[in-house]
Antibody
Framework: QVQLVESGGGVVQPGGSLRLSCAASGFSFSYGMHWVRQAPGKGLEWLAYVREDGREKYYADSVKGRFSISRDNSRNTLYLQMKRLRVEDTAVYYC????????????????WGQGTMVTVSS | DIQMTQSPSSLSASVGDRVTITCRASQSISSWLAWYQQKPGKAPKLLIYKASSLKSGVPSRFSGSGSGTEFTLTINSLQPDDFATYYCQQYNSYSHSFGQGTKLEIK
């Protein structure tokens, strides 16, 4: 069964750090992977992307310099390291996989995890 | 960055109706557009990719069209399960930006 499972969410104070994980199972991990978030009652915001081999990474301006996406293909796991967290980073964080395996292009987001909640509050 | 604008922001319709949601890009994105459905408390679900390609397993009452900067999602013969929020997303550029969403409610 194809599945993405996020973990690592929780409550953190402003200025703090948190690392999210996304474990993939049931399929080859040879896909580009993304992080997307959704603040309470708001729409979807794309955050970051990493290619299959981990060499190419892109970020939304809102998190560039504070968040870092990475992957460990030997563990079929995607990560999002978040630093200097702000109250406005409070959201459900989803990981998602590209539609097309080993694509050289940008793709739609096919498989999504269930999300993990991050709350930034003092 | 490419900005995506959906209209309307909300929509009331009845079971059996045909509805259309529009998405406009701030610059040409060719056909690199996807549509997602999201229900409360759930992750988004991919419906349409490359503007008009139906994801396997998605009912044929969903269809997408458009290219360049203007796109539409059409749902024919609305079913109770279709009442949800719909998002468009461009993937022409690395920013993968989403529209603000269209909430489809039961009239």
């Amino acid at each position: 069964q194809v599945q993405l499972v996020e973990s690592g969410g929780g409550v953190v104070q402003p200025g703090g750090s948190l690392r999210l994980s996304c474990a993939a199972s049931g399929f080859s991990f040879s896909y580009g992977m993304h992080w997307v978030r959704q603040a309470p009652g708001k729409g979807l915001e794309w955050l970051a992307y990493v290619r299959e081999d981990g060499r190419e990474k892109y970020y939304a301006d809102s998190v560039k310099g504070r968040f870092s996406i990475s992957r460990d293909n030997s563990r079929n796991t995607l990560y999002l390291q978040m630093k200097r967290l702000r109250v406005e980073d409070t959201a459900v964080y989803y990981c998602a996989q590209d539609l097309v395996e080993s694509s050289k292009f940008f793709e739609a987001l096919d498989i999504w995890g269930q999300g993990t909640m991050v709350t930034v509050s003092s | 960055d490419i900005q995506m604008t959906q209209s309307p922001s909300s929509l009331s319709a009845s079971v059996g109706d045909r509805v259309t949601i529009t998405c406009r890009a701030s610059q040409s994105i060719s056909s690199w557009l996807a549509w997602y459905q999201q229900k409360p408390g759930k992750a988004p679900k991919l419906l349409i990719y490359k503007a008009s390609s139906l994801k396997s397993g998605v009912p044929s009452r969903f269809s997408g069209s458009g290219s360049g900067t203007e796109f539409t999602l059409t749902i024919n013969s609305l079913q109770p399960d279709d009442f949800a929020t719909y998002y468009c997303q461009q993937y022409n550029s690395y920013s993968h930006s989403f529209g603000q969403g269209t909430k489809l409610e039961i009239k």
